[in-house]
Each structure stands twice: as C-alpha cells, then as structure tokens.
C-alpha cells in the first residue's frame, strides 16, 4: 500500500490506463496533475487512501479488459501513435464542434449565457492545440525518432536545434497545463457537460462531443507527459553517458 502511495498519479495510470476512470471518479486529474503523490492527491480532494487503494487494487487484480501496455512501446511508435491518432483526432473534430457551438449560441445564447464562454473557451484551445501540435510535429517528435534511429544503428547523438531535449518538452507541458485549466474551465461551466431542460438534439450532441473532446486530451496529455517525454529525457541520458 505504501509503495502505490508513494507514486505519482501519472506513474499509476501509465502502469495501468483503467486507473484513470477511478481517479476521474474522484475528481483527480491524472494527466495535467498527475505530477504529484497519491497520498498528497488524496490529502487535496480529502480522499480516502485505503479505499482508493482498494479500488486501484481490484482493477490491477482483474486482467480482463486491460489496456494497451505503451510504456512498453519503443519511442518513436508511441510518437507516431499520438501524431495519427490524438493529433488527427483534434484536427478532425475541431471544426465539427466549431460548428455546433456556434449552432447552439445562436439558438440558445440569450437563455444561457454561459455558452458565449464556452465557445470562447474552446476557441482558444482550438487555436493554442493547433499551433502546440505543430511544434511537436516539426520539431520535437523527428528528433525523437531520430534519438531512436541513432541508438539502434550505434550513432552519436543527433544534433539539437534546441539544445537539450528537456527544453522543449518543458514548454510542452506548460501549454498542456494551460489547455487541461481551459478544459476544467469549460466542464464547470457546463456543469459536467449537462444538458439544461430546454436544451435541443443539437445542444446534447455538442456537450457529448465537448466531453468526448476533453476526454481524449486527457489520454493524449498522459501519453506525452508520463510516458513519451520522460523515456526521450532518459534516451537522450544514454547518449551522454556512453
């Protein structure tokens, strides 16, 4: 009990990605949050520890339905998986979701308010995501592919046009943490995504795409921040020593 404890939130659900519906479940953010203990977490949300632990304990004991094991995957799979599936899945939905919300502001804007900032909110992360995951397209993925490359032909370190690896990746996590505060922003406006009363079709498909949305940036933020950017950090660690 002491060791799960003693880890980070992010090193828990990297171990295993169904540990995030528990956290979700108390209200533990996993993947811009997910630098600090479970113990402190559980301190934070007066959580706890012995029932969380039983919780995360069942779910480890149940082999059933267990989750792809990415820490296992070599760097510059996992770097390929984000890019074609989360990259892609932000690129496509962007101005899906673009769409019904100005949709919904027009219909129901006078009636609930809080919609103008829900899209303002969105559009500004729309806009941030995009240019963020250009950077990591064009700067910081190619060179962790060639790290990967290097290592397996017995080649010198690659030459960095941004000096060490941890400058970049530092700056990545400072816009994660940016878009996973517009996102909490976003979920309490809405009220967890819930559809008022008078609320239309359209209404509920965009809080349900809105959620969708949102929760794939959570599994997207987790991959790079506990798992991509500190095996590249380690990687690149490697090389230095030898």
Not at 42 to 65: H, M, Y
Not at 100 to 105: A, D, G, K, Q, S
Not at 197 to 223: Q, R, S, W
Request: net charge negative; charged share 25%.
């Amino acid at each position: 009990m002491n060791e799960i404890k003693e880890k980070t939130i992010g090193e828990i659900v990297a171990d295993d990605y169904r540990a995030a519906a528990v956290f979700e479940s108390y209200g533990i953010d996993f993947c811009c949050g997910g630098n600090i203990t479970m113990e402190e977490a559980c301190r934070q949300k007066s959580v706890n520890a012995i029932e969380l632990t039983d919780k995360l304990a069942a779910i480890a004991s149940n082999q059933q339905g267990t989750t792809v094991d990415f820490k296992s995957w070599p760097l510059d799979l996992l770097a390929d998986y984000i890019q074609k599936k989360h990259h892609r899945y932000v690129e496509e939905k962007t101005p899906i979701l673009k769409h019904y919300l100005e949709t919904v502001c027009s219909a129901h804007g006078d009636s609930h308010p809080e919609l103008f900032e829900i899209k303002e909110a969105f559009d500004a992360s729309a806009g941030q995501l995009a240019m963020h995951m250009k950077k990591e397209e064009l700067m910081l993925f190619p060179f962790i592919r060639k790290m990967v490359q290097a290592k397996s032909s017995g080649q010198t370190l690659p030459q960095a046009p941004f000096g060490k690896i941890g400058n970049p990746i530092h700056a990545m996590i400072e816009e994660h943490d940016t878009e996973g505060d517009r996102f909490k922003k976003i979920s309490a406006l809405s009220h967890n995504y819930t559809v008022p009363p008078d609320g239309c079709n359209t209404y509920m498909v965009t809080f349900a795409l809105l959620k969708e949305f949102e929760d794939d940036l959570h599994l997207h933020i987790h991959l790079e921040n506990n798992i991509l950017f500190p095996k590249a950090i380690e990687l690149e660690k490697e090389f230095i020593k030898n």
